[in-house]
């Protein structure tokens, strides 16, 4: 017998009892996308490595170390996708998506790069990707907050992830800092690593992100980019503020977040958490007006986030929430005879209450095993069904939570009781 053969380091395999969160996040993310207007749209996963190497930046780690990147049979460079937005925007120009009008366009699926994998990151990792391309106004940038804000709502995470924003205004503003942090970080190139040395020359801005220890002094001396602040991309900054405030969205400037990647000016931002660790960043984004010209097309502003999905679970997992999974009800069938009477009792609360999720534990074995099946399943209630409740056209609830909490009741009250216990949870 040959060795068994193992996934690739850093990529996992999303076995049958973990999919279940993948699938409630991935269906509100799309329910969300839909009532805020954006289209979907699929990309491929390889593109020629250029793209990336002209949007990410050469200096990026990204590009400098982290790309799976290979040769064709025809010899073309290719690269599997780090990342949505370059992808994006290549195909939206490509198909002349962007003439005269704004698109909002979402993309989910797997990204690639090859960074020392530890909890919270992957080698292959899920994004989930919204882009407004083809304005410049700053609602779009809170849209887009908005729109994680009330994933967190939905998901129940509010209380545990904050939000960070910063501004790296304009080319022009950034072009100024660039040479003020080259002068001043230049009397201290003794103390930089082979890559900072790069950085130096080329985007001495990421030295300011360097985790390198003997640096961060000087790091934290270093002139601000906010110094440097033109009124136009003050402006935008302050109008992203005030939209947050107007809508209620807690917020932290934080002057030094500045991003891996090379191509955004103006807003950064990103929701963080504290609970995962050295990995918590769940979504990061902000605005890259200059990109779609750097890749050929019209100038055209935009502005975008991406979530990891593995994190935002991770976050989900770290609470002690039911299963989603879960039922709420666990049908209990007594006697053989009781079955059909069961299978129609259930269709019946099914078209009273569609969204009342009822498990049918069939009747297969002892009463004693489904009671079991039952509390196991983490449902709120089992539906007991024996000759009885069918000769009386009736159905004996039972609550799997609460001591001796049963009741019996015919089909309507059955109806009302679930209502009523609707209305309860809804109110906890
Ligand atoms: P990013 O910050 O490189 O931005 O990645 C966005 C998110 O993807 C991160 O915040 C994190 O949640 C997740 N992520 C990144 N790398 C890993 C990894 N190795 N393992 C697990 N999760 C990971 C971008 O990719 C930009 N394209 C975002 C964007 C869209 N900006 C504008 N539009």
Redesign the pocket.
């Known amino acids: 017998m040959g060795k068994s053969l193992q996934a690739v380091r850093?990529m996992s395999d999303v076995l049958p009892n973990q999919t279940a969160n993948f699938l409630q996040v991935e269906a509100d993310l799309k329910l969300l996308a839909l009532i805020y207007g954006y289209r979907e749209i699929r990309l491929p996963i390889i593109e020629s490595t250029a793209l990336y190497e002209r949007t990410i930046g050469e200096t990026s780690d990204?590009v400098s170390k982290e790309m799976y990147t290979f040769e064709d049979r025809n010899g073309d460079w290719l690269t599997l996708r780090?990342?949505?937005?370059?992808g994006?925007l290549r195909a939206g120009i490509e198909h002349g998506l962007f003439y005269g009008q704004i698109q909002k366009l979402w993309y989910l699926g797997p990204?690639f790069?090859h960074?020392r994998?530890q909890k919270?990151?992957?080698?292959q990792?899920?994004?989930f990707?919204?882009?407004v391309v083809g304005t410049s106004l700053p609602t779009a940038d809170v849209e887009l907050i908005a729109v994680g804000a009330r994933l967190w709502k939905w998901l129940n995470l509010s209380d545990q992830v904050r939000l960070e924003i910063n501004t790296l205004g304009t080319p022009a503003v950034r072009e100024s800092h660039k040479k003020a942090l080259i002068q001043y970080i230049t009397p201290f190139r003794d103390l930089l690593d082979e890559e900072n040395l790069v950085r130096l020359e080329k985007n001495p801005l990421r030295i300011l992100d360097s985790k390198q220890d003997n640096l961060q002094a000087v790091i934290a001396n270093a002139p601000s980019l906010q110094d440097f602040l033109d009124p136009e991309s003050q402006s935008h900054f302050e109008k992203i503020c005030q939209g947050l405030e107007a809508l209620g969205i807690a917020y932290h400037i934080n002057p030094t977040l500045v991003?891996?990647?090379d191509?955004?000016q103006h807003t950064v931002f990103?929701?963080i958490t504290d609970l995962l660790g050295a990995?918590g960043?769940?979504?990061?984004?902000?605005?890259?007006d200059g990109l779609v010209a750097e890749l050929g097309g019209e100038p055209t502003p935009?502005?975008?986030?991406?979530?990891?999905l593995?994190?935002?679970i991770a976050l989900m997992q770290n609470k002690t929430d039911p299963d989603p999974q879960s039922p709420d009800v666990f049908v209990i069938v007594l006697d053989q005879s009781a079955a059909t009477y069961a299978n129609t009792l259930c269709e019946h609360l099914r078209d009273a209450i569609p969204t009342l999720f009822i498990a049918n534990g069939f009747y297969e074995s002892s009463a004693k095993s489904q009671f079991k099946r039952a509390d196991k399943s983490g449902a709120l209630w089992a539906l007991v069904i024996g000759q009885s409740e069918m000769e009386s056209n009736g159905v004996t609830v039972k609550s799997l939570r609460e001591m001796n909490g049963q009741i019996t009741l015919n089909k309507v009250d059955l109806i009302d009781y679930f209502m009523e216990q609707i209305k309860e949870q809804m109110n906890e």
């Not at 919270?120 to 080698?123: E, L």
């Open positions: 850093g990204i780090p990342e949505g937005t370059a994006c990204m790069r960074e994998p919270g990151r992957y080698r990792f899920t994004q990707g919204m882009e991003r891996g990647l191509y955004y990103e929701w990995q960043t769940l979504c990061a984004g902000g605005r890259f935009a502005v975008g986030f991406a979530m990891g593995e994190r935002v």
